[in-house]
């Protein structure tokens, strides 16, 4: 079992009475249905008259007319995270983004993602961070490099970011942060998505357990945890969480911590209606909530409603570590009660966010599923691909044909280095770039104020 375990058996879970009653959880993305669906299909056969056409091997060592460039930084060849380059109408591929004649929509590139500890966020951390940076957005970045939060455990505050770029707004946010609807609103623009991720609320304990050693920390049985910790859950939290010296942790590691980081106030997670109409908030503020269970469904979802490509949205597992301890995931029915008990406000949220999850792709178009089989079959195709790219220093090119769901996709050596490339690496470049940025800023005032 791991953090980022996308193969989970379990059953969908479908819509129950109980998710919070908002009319906004069923708003629809951006584009969908069938005027969504003509107007790809129709861009595609323009452009390319060619409809779900199978993958294309080109023959080894083809080199690209124009050579890839990036104008901010070569982090290295055998290490560059690229995503799949979009080629030109001439057939050469620039390694940046071009236009496409089938995208009638905009594609959305201002968002904010609320990064839920051991919610499998790493992943699309990934995937946003490489998003990004091809297009040379601006992100809010950690003041201190070796940090992976923006504020986090507590609210964000100026001097945990670095600063903006004079007369340029911020684009992403992607980093571990605890949600405030007014904070965030004042630091990133009107037309800024939000987006967030939620996982079972037992496997996601089971995840924090693990990494964080609460089993350690508090005293637990090391064959069943769970079950010793649910035995007296207040007064473990209450023994570990009050130091010696007085100073109180902020949140419970064990109880409604994805509540905690979206920002339900930990004094009023146990007053039910408040719950409710908080979880009610956060679904009229957030575009999308990913649901990890069904983790290849949200990105799809994700794609079709900012009006992105499928190469957009390719990943590679991350921040995989396998449990050092074992037990069931059936607990036993008095456990599972007193956990559902403890950590009420996880479960209406993710109850609620895995509810609205099937209610939209329910409003998708009828290939939605078909889409879905495409994506996972070409995200496995490459990635196996860029495995054997990187061992064997290969220069070969694989080349996926247009389809009604995305277009011809080139999958060449930078292509392979950038789905390589971990968050730690993201991140250390984006500070790299944005203090390259503030610097060259800086000396653009200065010699402002000397002509003056």
């Known amino acids: 079992m791991s953090d980022q375990d996308h193969g989970v058996n379990l059953v969908k879970v479908r819509p129950s009475t109980t998710t919070v009653a908002d009319s906004s959880s069923n708003k629809p993305c951006v584009h969908q249905g069938l005027n969504f669906l003509v107007c790809v299909l129709l861009?595609?056969?323009?452009?390319?008259?060619?409809?779900?056409?199978?993958?294309?091997?080109?023959?080894?060592?083809?080199?690209?007319?124009?050579?890839?460039?990036?104008?901010?930084?070569?982090?290295?060849?055998?290490?560059?995270?690229?995503?799949?380059?979009?080629?030109?109408?001439?057939?050469?591929?620039?390694?940046?983004?071009?236009?496409?004649?089938?995208?009638?929509?905009?594609?959305?590139?201002?968002?904010?993602?609320?990064?839920?500890?051991?919610?499998?966020?790493?992943?699309?951390?990934?995937?946003?961070?490489?998003?990004?940076?091809?297009?040379?957005?601006?992100?809010?970045?950690?003041?201190?490099?070796?940090?992976?939060?923006?504020?986090?455990?507590?609210?964000?505050?100026?001097?945990?970011?670095?600063?903006?770029?004079?007369?340029?707004?911020?684009?992403?946010?992607?980093?571990?942060?605890?949600?405030?609807?007014?904070?965030?609103?004042?630091?990133?623009?009107?037309?800024?998505?939000?987006?967030?991720?939620?996982?079972?609320?037992?496997?996601?304990?089971?995840?924090?357990?693990?990494?964080?050693?609460?089993?350690?920390?508090?005293?637990?049985?090391?064959?069943?945890?769970?079950?010793?910790?649910?035995?007296?859950?207040?007064?473990?939290?209450?023994?570990?969480?009050?130091?010696?010296?007085?100073?109180?942790?902020?949140?419970?590691?064990?109880?409604?911590?994805?509540?905690?980081?979206?920002?339900?106030?930990?004094?009023?997670?146990?007053?039910?209606?408040?719950?409710?109409?908080?979880?009610a908030q956060l679904d009229r503020d957030f575009l999308l909530v990913l649901v990890l269970e069904y983790f290849d469904e949200s990105l799809v979802l994700l794609k079709r409603c900012m009006c992105w490509q499928l190469s957009d949205i390719f990943y590679k597992v991350r921040n995989v570590r396998a449990y050092t301890f074992k037990e069931s995931d059936e607990l036993p029915e008095k456990v599972r009660e007193t956990h559902k008990n403890w950590s009420k406000a996880d479960y209406l949220l993710y109850q609620h966010f895995n509810n609205t999850l099937w209610e939209k792709i329910a409003n998708e178009s009828d290939d939605f599923y078909s889409e879905v089989k495409w994506f996972k079959h070409l995200n496995r195709v490459t990635s196996q691909f860029c495995e054997r790219a990187v061992e064997r220093n290969d220069s070969s090119v694989k080349v996926f044909q247009p389809t009604a769901w995305n277009d011809r996709i080139v999958v060449n050596r930078t292509f392979c280095g950038l789905l390589n490339m971990t968050p730690y690496q993201y991140r250390q470049a984006l500070i790299y770039i944005h203090n390259r940025r503030l610097k060259s800023a800086s000396k653009v005032t200065t010699k402002r104020r000397h002509l003056v």
Not at 60 to 71: A, G, I, L, Q, Y
Not at 76 to 97: C, I, K, Q, W
Not at 178 to 204: C, D, G, K, W
Not at 246 to 267: C, E, H, I
């Open 43 to 279: 861009g595609a056969a323009v452009t390319y008259l060619s409809l779900y056409s199978d993958v294309v091997n080109v023959t080894p060592n083809f080199t690209p007319d124009v050579t890839p460039k990036f104008s901010y930084i070569d982090i290295g060849r055998a290490n560059t995270d690229v995503m799949a380059t979009r080629e030109t109408p001439s057939g050469r591929s620039t390694g940046v983004l071009q236009p496409s004649d089938s995208e009638k929509c905009k594609e959305q590139t201002r968002f904010a993602f609320v990064k839920v500890h051991k919610a499998g966020g790493t992943t699309p951390q990934a995937v946003f961070q490489r998003f990004g940076y091809r297009r040379h957005l601006h992100f809010v970045l950690p003041s201190r490099s070796s940090d992976v939060n923006v504020g986090w455990p507590h609210l964000m505050k100026p001097e945990d970011y670095l600063p903006p770029i004079p007369g340029q707004p911020f684009d992403l946010l992607v980093f571990h942060t605890v949600y405030n609807r007014q904070i965030f609103r004042s630091l990133m623009p009107n037309n800024t998505v939000y987006l967030a991720i939620v996982r079972e609320p037992y496997s996601h304990l089971k995840s924090v357990m693990n990494w964080f050693a609460v089993a350690r920390k508090y005293g637990l049985t090391k064959r069943k945890p769970v079950t010793s910790l649910m035995k007296n859950p207040a007064e473990l939290d209450r023994q570990w969480l009050t130091s010696k010296d007085g100073y109180k942790q902020p949140f419970s590691w064990t109880r409604n911590f994805m509540s905690y980081d979206l920002g339900l106030p930990v004094a009023l997670a146990s007053d039910d209606n408040f719950i409710r109409d908080y979880v």
